[in-house]
Nanobody, 128 residues
Framework: QVRLVESGGGSVQAGGSVTLSCAAS????????MAWFRQAPGKEREGVAA????????FYADSVKGRASISRDGAKNALKLELSSLKPADTAMYYC?????????????????????WGQGSQVTVSS
């Protein structure tokens, strides 16, 4: 059974940065794509960034391009997201997710409906 546990969220001032980590266990896919999503109150869950097993390919939502960096430790199935120049609009619950197969270009890697396992989330609150 896949288990994903996020950590590293918290309250941050606008302009600051945050690093989120996801520890994964039970993943048996030969290849997999891991991603970060976020959901603000009253809004749909949206993709933030996705990375292939050895970080050979990665994808970012337009809203975080230039401010986010996603990385993976393929051997440990650990996932990290560094988000800088934070804005109040970045306030959300951040989720780690995984699915089998490759991370494909385009919107599919950031489509939450294609992911099969999810963590419980880590809250990030950005104050102005």
């Amino acid at each position: 059974q896949v288990r994903l546990v996020e950590s590293g969220g918290g309250s941050v001032q606008a302009g600051g940065s945050v690093t989120l980590s996801c520890a994964a266990s039970g993943i048996t896919y030969a290849n997999n794509c891991m991603a970060w999503f976020r959901q603000a109150p009253g809004k749909e869950r949206e993709g933030v960034a996705a990375a292939s097993m050895h970080s050979t390919t990665s994808f970012y939502a337009d809203s975080v391009k230039g401010r986010a960096s996603i990385s993976r430790d393929g051997a440990k199935n650990a996932l990290k997201l560094e988000l800088s120049s934070l804005k109040p609009a970045d306030t959300a619950m951040y989720y780690c997710a995984v699915r089998g197969g490759y991370c494909y270009s385009g919107s599919s890697s950031l489509d939450p409906s294609s992911y099969t396992s999810w963590g419980q989330g880590s809250q990030v609150t950005v104050s102005s």
